[in-house]
């Protein structure tokens, strides 16, 4: 069973910056792609970012291109998200997933992805 805990969320104003972590246990976390997902009230999950097993490959959704960087410590089975130049849209609950099948491209679908963290709230002030 694979564990995913996220955290670094909190409240910034508009322009400011987070950095969000997600530790994995459980399983070789090198080996699997990892992606992060953003909810926000009302609407559905969405994707923001992917990076491969290796961290060689990224893949981010268009809003946030240019904004936020994905990467990944294999040393530390962690995921981490940079998110600058945070706008009130960005306010989500923040979700890091983990790929169901070994060595793939990240991957923007959901279904592709078999476990998922709590999450962790992300508010930005206007």
């Known amino acids: 069973q694979v564990q995913l805990v996220e955290s670094g969320g909190g409240l910034v104003q508009a322009g400011g910056s987070l950095r969000l972590s997600c530790a994995a246990s459980g399983r070789s976390f090198s080996r699997y792609a990892m992606g992060w997902f953003r909810q926000a009230p009302g609407k559905e999950r969405e994707f923001v970012a992917a990076i491969a097993s290796t961290g060689g490959s990224t893949r981010y959704a268009d809003s946030v291109k240019g904004r936020f960087t994905i990467s990944r410590d294999n040393a530390v089975n962690t995921v981490y998200l940079q998110m600058n130049s945070l706008k009130p849209e960005d306010t989500a609950v923040y979700y890091c997933?983990?790929?169901?099948?070994?060595?793939?491209?990240?991957?923007?679908?959901?279904?592709?992805?078999?476990?998922w963290g709590q999450g962790t709230q992300v508010t930005v002030s206007s």
């Open positions: 997933a983990a790929d169901s099948s070994p060595n793939l491209s990240p991957s923007s679908l959901r279904w592709r992805y078999a476990y």
